[in-house]
């Protein structure tokens, strides 16, 4: 119990020192443009990458067509602006309709 208390605060206190670290380091930093905009496309790639992998795969196995299905639903409403409940009511039920027909 004592290892995972320590190793909590270890964690805690590097999460914080890189979070404060970013503004306090941006102004003594110049990056070039180029790897600014690099950045930028980087955390894209990244987090569709993780959707991508959240949505898909269950550890190792291809989760069937339901789940896919309800976030492409999720994702079509939030790009259209609709309510945050809207849209995640709207991807919940359409995974649940598809798994209640015996889609998996």
């Given at each position: 119990?004592?290892?995972?208390?320590?190793?909590?605060?270890?964690l805690g206190v590097g999460t914080f020192a890189f979070?404060?670290?970013?503004p306090v380091?941006?102004?003594r930093a110049d990056l070039p443009p180029r790897l600014e905009k690099l950045m930028g496309v980087a955390v894209v790639v990244l987090f569709a990458a993780l959707v991508?992998?959240?949505?898909?795969?269950?550890?190792?196995?291809?989760?069937?067509?339901?789940?896919p299905a309800g976030?492409?639903?999720?994702?079509v409403l939030a790009w259209r602006k609709a309510p945050f409940v809207i849209v995640v009511l709207a991807a919940a039920g359409?995974?649940?309709?598809?798994?209640?027909?015996?889609?998996?």
């Amino acid at each position: 119990m004592t290892t995972l208390i320590l190793a909590t605060l270890i964690l805690g206190v590097g999460t914080f020192a890189f979070r404060f670290a970013g503004p306090v380091l941006r102004t003594r930093a110049d990056l070039p443009p180029r790897l600014e905009k690099l950045m930028g496309v980087a955390v894209v790639v990244l987090f569709a990458a993780l959707v991508a992998t959240s949505t898909l795969l269950d550890g190792r196995d291809f989760v069937g067509f339901a789940r896919p299905a309800g976030v492409v639903v999720g994702g079509v409403l939030a790009w259209r602006k609709a309510p945050f409940v809207i849209v995640v009511l709207a991807a919940a039920g359409t995974a649940a309709g598809l798994r209640l027909l015996g889609v998996p």
